[in-house]
Structures are given as C-alpha cells and as structure tokens.
C-alpha cells in the first residue's frame, strides 16, 4: 500500500464516530454518525442517521459504490493548539503525533480527543486540567 493511500484510508479512519453528510450517486442525502467502514469497498454504516427528509433511520448501510461525497459535519479537534498549550506547561516535553492523533507528554501521557488516554499520576492528572480547561474554551457552549 503506498503511503497516500494509508493517508487516505488514516483520514477515512478519523472520520470514525463523527457526525457525517453522505450524498449517493442518486442524490440522497443522510447525516449521521460514521459508525463503520469498509476500507475496500469504502461501504460504511452510519448509526442514529436522519435522510433528507428528517426521517430517523437507527443504521443505514450504504455501498461504497454508491457514495459520490462524504462530508465532515463536526469542527475537527485541534490537536495541535493543545499541544501548543501543553508545551507552555511542560516545556519540550511535548511531541504531537497529528498524523497518529494523539499527543505525548514527558514520554509517558497520551492525550487524544478524549483526553488523557494513557498515563497516571500527578503528571497525568495536570495533563487532563490543562486539557479539560482547553476543551472548556474551545468548545461551543
């Protein structure tokens, strides 16, 4: 697999458990939640999708070869203003692995959308205030 295609399939990945606009070859419309792919057919699942209609569909399964656009809905999380936030408290003892989607800390926390992901202790509990502080800030209320 060449290295654009690993970058294509890792932004598809990123996409998983996030709002999304899918628009098929016909012209429909669904938004939901991307709940699983296919990473060669590109067929996907969203779960808790609404059509263009508004009715509520709890999965919908669309085939890879009907889907013309895949829409992000949701703002992406800025990883990389965290890390820069991060710095400021533990200077050059951040590395941001954007590409990967996660950030780490004196080599021992990781941090990702969600928060503190691996790490505990004292170092691992300031980590998660500055990122629960940056989540507060950045996120609409």
């Known amino acids: 697999m060449s290295v654009a295609q690993r970058k294509f399939f ?8 996030k709002t999304v606009m899918v628009i098929t070859a ?3 419309k669904y938004n939901g939640t991307l709940a699983g792919i296919n990473p ?3 067929s996907l699942c969203l779960s808790e999708a609404k059509d263009e209609k508004g009715t509520h569909l709890h999965r919908i399964f669309l085939n890879g070869s009907t889907i ?3 829409f992000t809905v949701e703002k992406p999380f ?6 820069e936030r991060l710095e400021k408290v533990f ?6 692995y954007e590409d990967k989607g996660f950030i780490w800390v004196m080599d021992k926390i990781k941090v990702s959308e969600k928060g503190v992901v691996e ?3 004292p170092a691992a509990e300031r980590v998660q205030k500055v990122y629960d502080l940056f989540l507060s800030e950045t996120r609409p209320k």
């Open 26 to 28: 016909d012209g429909k």
């Open 10 to 17: 890792g932004e598809i990945a990123a996409l998983l458990d």
């Open 68 to 70: 013309t656009q895949i």
């Open 119 to 121: 790490g505990t202790g």
């Open 91 to 96: 200077p050059t003892m951040v590395r941001l």
């Open 78 to 83: 800025d990883l990389k203003a965290l890390s």
């Open 40 to 42: 060669e057919t590109l």
